[in-house]
Antibody, heavy 122, light 106 residues
Framework: EVQLVESGGGLVQPGGSLRLSCAAS????????MNWVRQAPGKGLEWVAN????????YYVNSVKGRFTISRDNAKKSLYLQMNSLRGEDTAVYYC???????????????WGRGTLVTVSS | DIQMTQSPSSLSASVGDRVTITCRAS??????LNWYQQRPGKAPKLLIY???SLQSGVPSRFSGSGSGTDFTLTISSLQPEDFATYYC????????FGQGTKLEIK
């Protein structure tokens, strides 16, 4: 069974740090671009960051640049998101998503985890 | 950045209705657009990629069309499980989503 399972969410104070993990199983993790997508309570989807299969390319949404770091360990079939200097607006459910790439402009997210909730509050 | 605008933001319809949701890009994105469905409390699910290609396992009542700046997702005959929120996503450059369209039962 194909699975992505996120963990590491919780309550953190503003300015604090948190590290999210996403464990993959049932598919060839090292063949996928991987992403983090978040959803604030009652709001829409926001792409956060992605990483190429070998980690050689990484991209972030502007609002998290310099604060968040995406990484992966293909041997452990795991994706990570290190989140520093957290703000209230980072409160969201964080999903990891696997990306199928057909071409540079033709790709889609066809694998999703169930998400982990991050709450930034004092 | 390319902005994606969905309309309507919410929609009420009945089982059996034909429903169309629109997504407009702030500049041409060719056919590089995906559609996702998200049921309450669940992860998103891919429905359509590259504007009109139906993802494997998705019912044929779902269809997508459009190119350039204007795109539509059509559900030909609404089923109870289709009441959810729908998002478009452009893949021309950064993977930004539209704001979503909530489809509710009338």
């Amino acid at each position: 069974e194909v699975q992505l399972v996120e963990s590491g969410g919780g309550l953190v104070q503003p300015g604090g740090s948190l590290r999210l993990s996403c464990a993959a199983s049932g598919f060839t993790f090292s063949s996928y671009w991987m992403n983090w997508v978040r959803q604030a309570p009652g709001k829409g989807l926001e792409w956060v960051a992605n990483i190429k299969q070998d980690g050689s390319e990484i991209y972030y949404v502007n609002s998290v640049k310099g604060r968040f770091t995406i990484s992966r360990d293909n041997a452990k079939k795991s994706l990570y998101l290190q989140m520093n200097s957290l703000r209230g607006e980072d409160t969201a459910v964080y999903y990891c998503a696997g990306q199928v790439v057909v071409s540079a402009t033709n790709w889609y997210f066809d694998l999703w985890g169930r998400g982990t909730l991050v709450t930034v509050s004092s | 950045d390319i902005q994606m605008t969905q309309s309507p933001s919410s929609l009420s319809a009945s089982v059996g209705d034909r429903v169309t949701i629109t997504c407009r890009a702030s500049q041409s994105i060719s056919s590089y657009l995906n559609w996702y469905q998200q049921r309450p409390g669940k992860a998103p699910k891919l429905l359509i990629y590259a504007a009109s290609s139906l993802q494997s396992g998705v019912p044929s009542r779902f269809s997508g069309s459009g190119s350039g700046t204007d795109f539509t997702l059509t559900i030909s005959s609404l089923q109870p499980e289709d009441f959810a929120t729908y998002y478009c996503q452009q893949t021309y450059n950064s993977p930004y989503f539209g704001q979503g369209t909530k489809l509710e039962i009338k």
